[in-house]
């Protein structure tokens, strides 16, 4: 029995819609990591979409997809900022009136980028369930459009079009690592690559502070954990209390979970930063933590490693490369 | 009458030679410079290079054009940094001999990442040319195979290839911004997009502090200058006292150049850092320096610029991200 109403075809429709707005992402060799696994290291650089993460695809496809009555009354969202940021950047392009909801967890960068975008932003809340609530409700009084951001289809789709590039630019990969939050972006990407080549190795990568996803994975249900400090402040959050969809998909296709600790997030960031020559925040440098810290069990030959994102506030990447100066 | 002994034909020679090798790099949009300037700003990515700089083409098509006497001799260089990184990278894949000669003015991450590649590397001289002197007398000694930095037409070809990569992936290109130095990288790009799309605009950026290439353009003839402390340390040095081709080169194909300040350059690298998530050095800065400060003054609407390589040492990161964060 198929878990939903979901196939490539979604997926490579969503390729079609988004393709003016967002990139074709580059796939490089990473030389360092490749000559510290023994294995041919891809790096996926989702931090050189316009917006500085890959939310931008799940958002446009969705927001493409909606009627012209659903466009009129508005977007909501609620976001640990990537996602919001998306939306309001798709907004922005198609006159599209938006709102963001943002715990004030989500660090100042994030948040001046969207008010720059000229969308309405509401800090609210100690954590994402929290801010959740209140979209929730400003949704159901306001009768505006939400667009989530993880558990929906459209937005599942948008994102695994990551996995049909990621076959198409190195079609002999036989391991795919990404970062694992809310799973949209792992659902759709382990969508992709399973219903091509579903020999491949799917590892989903959380930092040990609040692994929602990982804590359901294991319980078979939804579970709520307490949001804690954390770099990788982009997969922070809850993965809805009624989930529908990004559960299960991941329960179906991923293979191998890890947990990274700060420090081996901090370790990830830096050495994108010092031999990469990129700037990746702490969530999207999870994967690169995970290889680093060689807590991944099974590895192959051909690798890809989704750098999800570079928005990294200034302030913790000068106390980054501060630290690393000494330790490393 | 030809200027020299030297075709398209060398170019597209050297990119089947240096293919397996170096990268064919990602050339990225930048929603921000195009936000910025009005026009299509493209990013051609060499700190993505496996030696994270463009010098690897250059040095890798010399170092496979040698003959196998040549080559059991063992090569030598004088570098600035990256070119010495380049050849050491080159010669350790191909089991051959290098000694790397640099000035004390190249920073200790460039010199840690040759000496890693098990390259003899000596450290001689207060500045570019007198660690020159050094290798050329080294070199008279040993018999070893000297491997020019840009004065050379397989170094000059290698280089080249940058410009092939650019028209092929953007056909559309009205300008090409490239960060000019010794004309090695400058000679090869503008050689090569001039000699297919003659009406591309071409336009050189040095720093102020000691622009060798400039004054000698200005002067029709090599003038040696003084070498200062730079951000943009891969450009300092001179042009070679005997330049046989890059000077007439650049002469003949460079359009405009243009000259940015320390302070220019520093907000280049944090322009990069923070909304490019691009970890680029001062010498590679420079052309989007050019663009911010809008000392450009021919501006085209499809403009490439060559960000050409990302080894900045930590230490000078952590200072443009601590004075970036007041200033800006």
Chains 1, 2 share one sequence.
């Not at 891809?42 to 799940?58: D, I, M, V, Y």
């Not at 609210?124 to 939400?146: F, H, I, K, P, R």
């Not at 091509?196 to 939804?222: D, L, N, T």
């Amino acid at each position: 029995m198929p878990l939903i109403d979901f196939s490539l075809k979604e997926i490579f429709s969503a390729r079609q819609r988004i393709a003016k707005i967002t990139r074709h992402t580059p796939l490089v060799t990473s030389s360092t990591l490749s000559a510290i696994t023994g294995a041919k290291i891809l790096l996926k650089l989702e931090n050189l979409q316009p917006t500085g993460a890959f939310k931008l695809r799940g958002a446009t496809n969705k927001i493409l997809s909606l009627s012209d009555e659903e466009r009129a009354r508005g977007v909501i969202t609620v976001s640990s900022g990537n996602h919001g940021r998306a939306v309001a950047y798709v907004a922005s392009l198609q006159n599209i009136r938006a709102t963001i909801c943002l715990p004030k967890t989500v660090p100042e960068n994030k948040r001046a980028a969207i008010r720059e975008l000229g969308a309405d932003i509401r800090v609210v809340g100690d954590d994402y369930d929290a801010a959740m609530d209140y979209a929730d409700q400003l949704q159901a009084e306001s009768n505006m459009t939400m667009v989530q951001a993880f558990d929906d289809l459209d937005i599942i789709a948008g994102q695994g079009t990551i996995g049909l590039e990621l076959l198409e630019d190195a079609p002999e990969l036989d391991t795919v690592i990404v970062p694992l939050s809310g799973g949209g972006l792992m659902s759709g990407i382990a969508f992709a690559v399973k219903n091509i080549s579903p020999s491949i190795h799917v590892v989903g990568v959380s930092m040990e502070r609040g692994p929602a996803m990982v804590e359901s994975m294991k319980a078979g249900r939804v579970v709520e954990i307490v949001e804690e400090p954390t770099l990788a402040d982009a997969l922070a959050g809850g993965i809805n209390k009624d989930n529908k969809y990004t559960l299960p998909m991941v329960q179906k296709y991923v293979d191998e979970t890890v947990l990274v600790s700060e420090k081996e997030i901090a370790d990830g960031i830096y050495h994108c930063l010092k031999d990469e020559h990129l700037v990746v925040e702490g969530g999207a440098a999870v994967g690169v933590s995970a290889l680093l810290s060689k807590k991944i069990q099974k590895l192959g030959k051909n690798i890809a490693v989704v750098i999800s994102g570079g928005n990294i506030p200034m302030d913790v990447l000068k106390k980054i490369i501060v630290e690393g100066d000494g330790a490393r």
